[in-house]
C-alpha cells in the first residue's frame, strides 16, 4: 500500500512538470523590451497632455484608418487640453451616419462635440473583408495596464526589422516584428519618419511618434487619471489630518488617566 504522502508528492511533481516549466520555458522564449519612464505611471503620474495631443495626430494619421476608439467622444478631447473651438473644427472635417432617405441611401452630417468618434468601418463584416478575415483592434482600452502595456506598445511599433533568413510567415501577407508573439503580425508598420508634422515643432522621429501614439492609447483607457490621483492626494492629506487629530484628542482625553 503506497503511503499518502508519497501521492501528495508524486502528485506536487506531476503539476509542477505540467504548469511551472512551461511557464518557464515561455517566460525565456518570450523576447525582453525597452521600458521607458513614463509620466503617467506610478501614485502621482501625470499625463503630458502636449505628447497626448501629438499622439492622437498620430492616431488620426496613421491608425484612424482601421482601429477605432468607439468609446471617446469629441467632447472628451477637451480632457487632453483642446478647446471646444479646436474640438469643434476636428469634428466638423467627420462624417457621421445619420439615418437613411427615403430611397434607403445612407444620409451623413458633420460630426458635433456629443457625438462618438466614428468606426472605420461599417460593420464587423466589412472590417473582416479589408482586413483578411479579422477585426482591427479597437483602442478604446488598449491601453490598459499603465507603463507595462505602454512599453508592449512601444515594443510593437520599434519591433519591425528586416525578417531573418529562416523567416517563414505562416500566412501570406504577415511581415517580421521582433515584438509581437510568434514574431509574425499582420499589421505593417504605420509609422514612418516626418509621417505627421507636428504643430509645437517637435521632430517628428519614429520613435516620437511612437511614445506619443503610445501616451494617447493610455490616455484614451484612462481619461480621468489626473482627476483621480488629484482626488486620491486629497483622501490621504484628510486621512493624515483625521489619523493626528484623533491623536491628539486621545492623548487629552486620557493625559490625566494614571
Not at 511551472?20 to 519612464?37: G, R, T, V, W
Not at 482601421?66 to 467632447?75: T, W
Not at 464587423?124 to 473583408?129: D, E, N, P, R, V
Not at 511618434?209 to 481619461?223: E, M
Request: proline fraction near 5%.
Amino acid at each position: 500500500m503506497v503511503k499518502p504522502i508519497k501521492n501528495v508528492s508524486f502528485l506536487f511533481c506531476f503539476l509542477f512538470t505540467c504548469l511551472f516549466i512551461p511557464l518557464i520555458s515561455y517566460a525565456q522564449d518570450k523576447p525582453a523590451y525597452k521600458q521607458y519612464p513614463w509620466s503617467f505611471t506610478g501614485i502621482f503620474g501625470n499625463y503630458d497632455l502636449s505628447s497626448v495631443q501629438r499622439g492622437y495626430m498620430v492616431y488620426r494619421k496613421a491608425c484612424a484608418s482601421c482601429h477605432s476608439v468607439q468609446y471617446m467622444r469629441y467632447a472628451d478631447l477637451q480632457q487632453m487640453g483642446l478647446t471646444l473651438d479646436q474640438i469643434d473644427k476636428i469634428a466638423k472635417t467627420d462624417q457621421i451616419l445619420d439615418g437613411k432617405d427615403a430611397s434607403g441611401k445612407d444620409l451623413y452630417r458633420a460630426a458635433t462635440l456629443v457625438d462618438y468618434l466614428p468606426a472605420p468601418y461599417s460593420n464587423q463584416l466589412m472590417a473582416k473583408s479589408v482586413n483578411a478575415g479579422k477585426v482591427p483592434l479597437d483602442f478604446s482600452r488598449y491601453g490598459m495596464g499603465m507603463g507595462q502595456q505602454a512599453d508592449y506598445i512601444m515594443a510593437i511599433l520599434m519591433g519591425y526589422q528586416n525578417p531573418p533568413a529562416d523567416f517563414k510567415p505562416d500566412q501570406e501577407g504577415m511581415v517580421y516584428n521582433q515584438y509581437f508573439p510568434g514574431h509574425q503580425i499582420a499589421m505593417r508598420s504605420p509609422l514612418t519618419k516626418d509621417g505627421v508634422k507636428y504643430a509645437d515643432g517637435t521632430p517628428a522621429t519614429i520613435e516620437q511618434q511612437a511614445k506619443d501614439v503610445t501616451t494617447f492609447l493610455s490616455w484614451t483607457a484612462h481619461p480621468h487619471l489626473i482627476e483621480r490621483h488629484r482626488i486620491g492626494i486629497m483622501v490621504m492629506i484628510y486621512v493624515a489630518f483625521i489619523a493626528i487629530l484623533t491623536l491628539l484628542v486621545k492623548r487629552k482625553v486620557w493625559s490625566n488617566v494614571k
